[in-house]
């Protein structure tokens, strides 16, 4: 008798499940009710106008480094603004000032951004992102009404940023529920037309870890 009223509680649990599932769907997965995407809706971007040789960021490391992964959607564009860092002079051990490394100054372009979905981390309903000028002919457009996912780091309480200012740390959604990289290379090609839902789990599969400052 317990047998027979245990697996009749373990069908009606299963019963049950599958309709929470029905009617509470994962508004995550891939919809089929809208035209399917491609990585070809999306913009060719330039090669980064920089003098310096630029390595894509590998997304297991891009992912580790990232303090926070959110999605959203691009609000507005900010005016941007000089951005000065200043250095700490380099001392002997008796204190001497050995070296007086430059203050370093980038105009910085801001964005306004309505948190949707926080994947990683914590973070408002809004935020705003900076981004160096100097990637933007290499960097996504950024448009109003963009829906994204960033991968950001916060820079010395002065706001936050993306953790590669050029492609590597930005993903459209498509409408329906597939993400693509800003640019196509070999780091990027394998999430290219994943589902969310599934993009989502393989960036919680990695921990957080601060990147380590040498010397």
Known sequence: ???????????LLFVLTVLVCAIY????AIR??????SQDDYP???????????????????????????????????????????????TDEEGNVTHQ???LSMEVRYF?????????????????????????ESAPAMNEGDDMIWFLYTFEDAGYYALTSFQNSY????????VYPARLEEATRAYSGM??????????????EAPRLIG
Not at 25 to 28: G, L, M
Not at 60 to 69: M, Y
Request: proline letters at 9%; hydrophobic letters at 35%; a negative charge.
């Open 44 to 90: 060719v971007l330039d090669e980064p106008n920089v003098n310096a040789t630029i390595f894509p960021m590998r997304f297991d490391v891009l992912n580790k480094q990232s303090s926070l992964v959110v999605r959203g959607t691009v609000a507005e564009q900010l005016p941007s603004q000089t951005v000065t860092t200043e250095f700490e002079p380099v």
């Open 32 to 37: 089929t009710d809208v035209p399917p995407s």
């Open 101 to 103: 490394p430059p203050d």
């Open 171 to 178: 993903y459209y959604v498509a409408g329906d529920n597939r």
């Open 195 to 208: 589902g969310l839902s599934e993009f989502k789990k393989e960036i919680r599969s990695y921990r957080y």
């Open 112 to 136: 306004r951004i309505k948190v949707t979905d926080v994947i990683r981390g914590s973070a408002p309903d809004e935020i705003i992102v900076g981004r160096n000028e100097i990637y933007d």
């Open 25 to 28: 769907p994962d508004p995550d």
């Open 1 to 11: 008798m317990k047998r027979k009223m245990f697996f009749t509680g373990l069908t």
